[in-house]
């Protein structure tokens, strides 16, 4: 033994092996410290303190039990410290005690350490619940909103709509014009359509109306309207029938003369 601050006869080591069973480095050290406080073989020997290292003989491995060097010194330990080293089954073992100040600094340090880290967990905890209420905030307006969002969507989906139809009947040359004779005359040529006919292309003109048809067949069937050829083909190929809407005449009225 070699103190620092003390002669060697003062304090008297003795030393014991302690295995602790396989588990995680602290829990080892742990159990280890419990082993060498509750069956220490130098409890009952009187005269001075009992002081109780317990030093890791080998490294920590998974699944693996733990070997630990447990030295008790019976006396007093100097107020300067010591430090010896001791032999355990043939391994040195260096033993450092420190000082009564250098403890109380350690304690001191180990303190300020604490209250760091319960101060950043403080902070954590803190910062993670404003995130939370922040997070919360935002799913209550955003569920006041969805009723709006939805109205606005429905509505931008009838604009949408509306824009659409408003091209086709541009498209189709009938805005401002009478739609539902357009659909009748739409129906009439859906329902009374030859199938041997190929028609190409509808056209609408107040109430007039011509179709585009490839080759020479009749475009409808006999009997449903009254088709006119027109007598020059629109395009090589092509020939245009066209219906006339009967026109109201205007009576003329006559006076009697006397």
């Given at each position: 033994?070699?103190?620092?601050?003390?002669?060697?006869?003062?304090?008297?080591?003795?030393?014991?092996?302690?295995?602790?069973?396989?588990?995680?480095?602290?829990?080892?050290?742990?159990?280890?410290?419990?082993?060498?406080?509750?069956?220490?073989?130098?409890?009952?020997?009187?005269?001075?303190?009992?002081?109780?290292?317990?030093?890791?003989?080998?490294?920590?491995?998974?699944?693996?039990?733990?070997?630990?060097?447990?030295?008790?010194?019976?006396?007093?330990?100097?107020?300067?410290?010591?430090?010896?080293?001791?032999?355990?089954?043939?391994?040195?073992?260096?033993?450092?005690?420190?000082?009564?100040?250098?403890?109380?600094?350690?304690?001191?340090?180990?303190?300020?350490?604490?209250?760091?880290?319960?101060?950043?967990?403080?902070?954590?905890?803190?910062?993670?619940?404003?995130?939370?209420?922040?997070?919360?905030?935002?799913?209550?307006?955003?569920?006041?909103?969805?009723?709006?969002?939805?109205?606005?969507?429905?509505?931008?989906?009838?604009?949408?709509?509306?824009?659409?139809?408003?091209?086709?009947?541009?498209?189709?040359?009938?805005?401002?014009?009478?739609?539902?004779?357009?659909?009748?005359a739409l129906r009439t040529v859906t329902i009374?359509?030859?199938?041997?006919?190929?028609?190409?292309?509808?056209?609408?003109?107040?109430?007039?109306?011509?179709?585009?048809?490839?080759?020479?067949?009749?475009?409808?069937?006999?009997?449903?309207?009254?088709?006119?050829?027109?007598?020059?083909?629109?395009?090589?190929?092509?020939?245009?029938?066209?219906?006339?809407?009967?026109?109201?005449?205007?009576?003329?009225?006559?006076?009697?003369?006397?």
């Open positions: 033994m070699n103190a620092l601050n003390a002669q060697p006869g003062e304090i008297k080591p003795f030393t014991r092996v302690i295995t602790t069973p396989p588990a995680f480095p602290w829990d080892q050290e742990k159990a280890a410290q419990l082993d060498a406080r509750h069956t220490s073989p130098m409890a009952g020997m009187s005269g001075g303190g009992l002081t109780i290292v317990v030093k890791r003989l080998k490294p920590w491995r998974p699944k693996e039990s733990g070997r630990f060097a447990a030295v008790y010194l019976k006396g007093n330990v100097p107020p300067q410290g010591l430090s010896f080293t001791v032999d355990v089954q043939g391994q040195p073992i260096k033993v450092e005690i420190a000082s009564k100040t250098a403890q109380a600094a350690q304690l001191r340090q180990r303190a300020w350490l604490l209250g760091a880290i319960v101060v950043v967990v403080l902070s954590l905890v803190l910062q993670i619940g404003l995130v939370l209420k922040r997070r919360a905030e935002v799913e209550d307006r955003f569920a006041q909103l969805q009723p709006q969002i939805e109205r606005m969507t429905k509505l931008n989906a009838g604009l949408v709509k509306t824009r659409q139809n408003a091209q086709a009947l541009s498209e189709l040359e009938l805005q401002g014009r009478d739609v539902q004779g357009v659909v009748n009374s359509r030859d199938p041997s006919a190929r028609i190409e292309a509808f056209h609408w003109d107040r109430g007039d109306w011509a179709l585009e048809v490839r080759g020479e067949a009749v475009p409808l069937k006999a009997g449903s309207v009254d088709l006119q050829k027109s007598p020059k083909p629109v395009r090589r190929g092509v020939s245009l029938w066209v219906y006339s809407q009967p026109r109201a005449t205007t009576p003329v009225s006559t006076e009697r003369v006397p």
